[in-house]
């Protein structure tokens, strides 16, 4: 089963910007669509961004961070990437990266990929 490993988390003020970056233990060939997940104190795992690993490299987002993120793939490294700029305090959480798992919304308990990584922390300050 493929694994992720996520990093690239830190802490910014508002209106910067960091790049995540979750590498795969296999090829990303292997698998539809990776997404991008976070989860904040007290709030829901919501997914931020959607990525197919196919040719026509279709990304989804919420509306919370259309415009802000953008999220990418390297097929080479197995690398997923997300670029996060204008950071608002309401970014910050845990991000994840998921495999054949897509959301660009809020994700039930019920909900989950087949496995999670250990996540990076991403902290704006306001």
């Known amino acids: 089963q493929l694994q992720f490993v996520e990093s690239g988390g830190g802490l910014v003020h508002a209106g910067g910007s960091l790049r995540l970056s979750c590498v795969a233990s296999?090829?990303?060939?292997?698998?539809?669509?990776i997404g991008w997940f976070r989860e904040a104190p007290g709030k829901e795992r919501e997914g931020v961004s959607c990525?197919?690993?196919?040719?026509?490299?279709?990304?989804y987002y919420p509306d919370s961070v259309k415009g802000r993120f953008t999220t990418s793939r390297d097929i080479t490294e197995n690398t997923v990437y997300l670029q996060m700029n204008n950071l608002k305090p309401e970014d910050t959480g845990v991000y994840y990266c998921?495999?054949?798992?897509?959301?660009?919304?809020?994700?039930?308990?019920?909900?989950?990929?087949?496995?999670w990584g250990q996540g990076t922390q991403v902290t704006v300050s306001s």
């Open positions: 998921a495999a054949d798992f897509c959301s660009v919304g809020p994700i039930g308990s019920d909900e989950h990929p087949g496995s």
């Open positions: 296999e090829s990303l060939l292997n698998v539809n669509i």
């Open positions: 990525i197919s690993s196919r040719d026509d490299s279709s990304t």
